[in-house]
């Protein structure tokens, strides 16, 4: 059994994906080629944006979000500290401050009311200037949006929506991706919308915010070629890779129905022994992670494993336990349910091809 079968979706696309990377082979137009255009603009359509924009990686999505939005050296950006390190890495990239937030310990997505809490301590402190925040759709559950964005408000702050494991998730049936100022996602081969190999995009609907980023992701271009108008990156999404997003793009609406039917058959076996990851009435998850909190991880993990199941621990440390951060203290990083949930997570084979067998015998020896 696989923890994430990308052999399988593979085999079932398998024609499609080699005639289109034939295609691209057969042009030659391998950056910034004719699919780019077409997935970007199938992109927008799917999350409801005005504007999808191809990028290198779901990290520089990240950079390239903050660095349009303008946050420099001073700022206080809030994200939450039960996250991968991506989310909080680019805040300090661009000489921002990372303020780790709280988690649910339902959703295990950003606690509002400790959002709330950490932007009056930064006030209060009168240091660094509250600029932004940034949500994390983790797991593949959208993040707390109605909550969170009478915060932002109340504050004047800007959203940014990290949905590299929640593409395909739904609030009321608006998408991720179209949450906030600007939203990112991450095409890595194991997030519900993967390509083969490294790839990200940025989604708004702002004029403005979009046309700086088209501009970032090649060096700052203007119109003129030979004239650069800002200080950009390198951050484009390679054509070969927006070729096979296309065909994965289709069956990807599919692939979130299998993923939910999944959860719902390991949910219905497993919610009477464990606590099981809950989806608010409004939601979809695309189930990026299928997750449980247990208090005796370790021995369910050898449990699994004897029996050739693999599992994985996300997240095992938050960020404000990360050497790399740990100079920032403690001061504003409490987050007690976060650390809690580092002790206890552990996420269960989870992908659209799972078969029934598979899903009954990580049940049955959970059950054991
Ligand atoms: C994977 C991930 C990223 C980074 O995406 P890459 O494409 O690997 O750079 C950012 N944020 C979150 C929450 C992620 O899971």
Same mark, same amino acid.
């Given at each position: 059994m696989q923890f994430i079968d990308l052999k399988a979706q593979y085999r079932t696309l398998q024609e499609k994906i080699d005639n289109r990377i034939k295609t691209v082979l057969s042009h030659g #137009?391998?950056?910034?080629?004719p699919e780019v255009y077409e997935l970007e603009e199938r992109l927008a359509e799917f999350a409801g944006t005005k504007y999808a924009i191809g990028c290198a990686n779901g990290t520089d999505a990240l950079q390239l979000s903050l660095m349009a939005l303008g946050v420099k050296p001073g700022d206080a950006v809030f994200c939450p500290t039960?996250?991968?390190f991506a989310t909080a890495e680019v805040i300090a990239l661009c000489g921002a401050t990372p303020v780790f937030v709280d988690s649910e310990l339902s959703t295990f997505n950003m606690c509002p009311q400790d959002l709330d809490k950490k932007i009056k301590t930064i006030l209060e402190q009168?240091?660094?200037?509250?600029k932004a925040v940034i949500a994390v759709d983790l797991f593949g559950l959208p993040a707390n949006y109605p909550e969170l964005q009478k915060i932002i408000e109340k504050y004047d702050l800007l959203l940014i929506e =990290?949905?590299?494991?929640?593409? #395909?998730g739904e609030i009321n049936g608006k998408r991720a #991706?179209?949450? $906030? =100022?600007i939203a990112t996602t991450s095409f890595?081969?194991?997030?519900?919308?993967? *390509? !083969?190999g490294d790839g990200g995009a940025i989604f708004t609907s702002n004029d403005e915010l979009a046309s700086i980023v088209k501009s970032l992701r090649v060096h #700052?271009?203007?119109? =003129?070629? !030979?004239?650069?108008?800002r200080v950009g990156v390198n951050s484009r999404l390679d054509t070969i890779q927006a070729a096979i997003l296309l065909e994965k793009l289709q069956v990807f609406p599919e692939e979130i129905k299998l993923r939910n039917k999944v959860a719902d058959k390991y949910t219905l076996a497993l919610s009477s022994l464990y606590s099981t990851p809950q989806v608010p009435d409004e939601m979809v998850s695309s189930w990026a992670q299928y997750t449980l909190t247990v208090s005796s991880r370790d021995a369910m993990i050898d449990k699994l494993s004897v029996a050739n199941i693999p599992s994985m621990v996300y !997240?095992?440390? *938050?960020m404000h336990e990360q050497t790399a951060f740990k100079?920032? $203290?403690k001061e504003n990083a409490e987050c007690p349910q976060a650390e809690a949930l580092a002790k206890q997570v552990v996420s269960l084979p989870m992908h659209p091809y799972l078969s029934d067998e598979e899903i009954d015998k990580v049940t049955s020896v959970l059950a054991e």
């Open positions: #137009g391998f950056i910034m080629g039960f996250t991968f009168e240091e660094l200037t509250p =990290d949905a590299a494991q929640g593409f #395909g #991706g179209s949450f $906030g =100022d890595f081969p194991a997030k519900p919308l993967g *390509c !083969y #700052g271009k203007g119109s =003129d070629k !030979y004239d650069n108008v !997240y095992r440390t *938050c100079h920032l $203290g």
